[in-house]
């Protein structure tokens, strides 16, 4: 199944010479401004007083042999879903569902089928997407995963996104595909929405910490795993992973900030003392 997924992906790419202009659902062009207002909304308030510990979290990537990158809001700085259900002309419905389940209302994976079958995106929609809204890299990102490689370091992103939005950003910093944990979306034939694979760790709760332990499993047990994220599930993925570093560069989550030991707000800061 998981050939045919990658199929399915890589037709988005083979077809995007050959497939007419797609017009987004519901999209006008005050897209781009909400989307800078709801960033700075999300950083509303962010000061150099969150950093916690900096001195010490350089110094846990020192001794670290891989690194698992959360995706949204911390690798990018745009949240996937939230971004496509807006292309489609879904956010509000979607914003809504996503209030919902913060409350405890349904679990995670029923959550995200709620959600995709809002957003109901067909394949030609993400390829579209993709197209037109490439996302947006956090400030210093490149040159921290660059500086990692460097030293030998193995970089995972681990998401509760979806591959086809995440893949092309594992291009730009190259991360090979499989070392991409990720849900994944399925298509039928004829490129309509099918459903997500609900064998993926990370389509559950809990699903970070389960990715983790198959990269332990993949790199060796002995090796030292530090997971970078700016939400709950990243957090709750130590253990599994040896340390968890918050991230607040896009928003800052105060529940996150207040559990985590080590906190920051720009990769910059762990690079001037690596």
Not at 55 to 78: G, H, K, L, M, P
Request: charged share 25%; hydrophobic share 35%; proline share 4%.
């Amino acid at each position: 199944m998981s050939r045919l997924v990658n199929s399915l992906v890589n037709l988005i790419a083979i077809s995007s010479a050959e497939s007419p202009s797609i017009r987004p659902r519901g999209v006008n062009s005050s897209s781009d401004a909400s989307t800078s207002t709801t960033l700075a909304t999300m950083t509303n308030g962010f000061s150099g007083e969150k950093e916690k510990k900096v001195a010490e979290a350089a110094a846990i990537i020192r001794r670290t042999n891989v690194v698992c990158f959360d995706v949204d809001s911390t690798v990018i700085r745009e949240e996937g879903i939230d971004e496509l259900a807006a292309f489609c002309g879904k956010r509000a419905e979607v914003s809504r569902l996503t209030r919902e389940a913060m409350q405890g209302s349904m679990t995670f994976q029923e959550a995200l089928r709620k959600r995709l079958e809002i957003i109901n995106p067909s394949q030609e929609e993400i390829w579209e997407f993709l197209k037109t809204h490439p996302s947006t890299l956090s400030s210093g990102l490149r040159e921290f995963v660059k500086q990692l490689k460097e030293r030998n370091v193995e970089v995972f992103l681990v998401s509760g996104g979806f591959d086809c939005l995440i893949e092309p950003v594992a291009e730009q910093l190259g991360i090979p595909p499989e070392n991409i944990y990720a849900n994944k979306l399925f298509f039928t034939f004829k490129g309509d929405y099918a459903g997500f694979d609900t064998t993926q760790p990370t389509s559950r709760s809990g699903g970070k910490a389960e990715a983790i332990n198959k990269i332990k499993a993949r790199t060796g047990q002995n090796e030292i795993i530090t997971m970078i994220g700016d939400g709950a599930t990243d957090l709750e993925a130590s253990p599994p992973a040896n340390y968890f570093i918050g991230y607040g560069g896009n928003v800052v989550r105060e529940e996150v900030r207040s559990r985590s030991t080590y906190y920051v707000t720009s990769f910059s800061q762990l690079m001037q003392h690596l």
